[in-house]
């Protein structure tokens, strides 16, 4: 192979390396311009999501309820408020339990 044959080759090589750098650029910016749509669509849908949030919370603010309910026919009675109870205190184990004979 001469010195023709190895410029020849060298500047092949050379191209080959360009066009692969251009390559992985290209999908760089790609792959930019797509994260920022995803990121656009993000800010959107939690904008969105606070538009909903803020109709929920004027929708059920107690003097509309007490409205909605007076406006029906149906006699409402107010839930009865129960005080919280630690359910843990009051688990029964099997173990602890009389043993019970179940007619077998």
Same mark, same amino acid.
């Given at each position: 192979m001469g010195m023709f044959g190895k410029i020849v080759f060298i500047i092949l090589a050379l191209g080959a =390396?360009?066009?692969?750098?251009l390559v992985i650029r290209q999908q760089r +910016?790609?792959?930019a311009h797509e994260m920022s749509q995803v990121h656009q669509r993000l800010i959107e849908h939690e904008q969105t999501e606070w538009r909903?949030?803020?109709?929920?919370?004027?929708r059920t603010?107690?003097?509309h309820i007490r409205e909605? +309910?007076?406006?029906?026919?149906?006699?409402?009675?107010?839930?009865?408020?129960r005080p919280w109870r630690d359910w843990r205190t009051e =688990?029964?184990?099997?173990r602890d339990?009389?043993?019970?004979d179940l007619g077998g």
């Amino acid at each position: 192979m001469g010195m023709f044959g190895k410029i020849v080759f060298i500047i092949l090589a050379l191209g080959a =390396t360009a066009c692969a750098l251009l390559v992985i650029r290209q999908q760089r +910016i790609e792959l930019a311009h797509e994260m920022s749509q995803v990121h656009q669509r993000l800010i959107e849908h939690e904008q969105t999501e606070w538009r909903m949030r803020s109709e929920i919370a004027s929708r059920t603010r107690p003097d509309h309820i007490r409205e909605a +309910i007076e406006r029906t026919e149906v006699a409402w009675k107010s839930m009865e408020l129960r005080p919280w109870r630690d359910w843990r205190t009051e =688990t029964r184990l099997a173990r602890d339990e009389p043993e019970h004979d179940l007619g077998g």
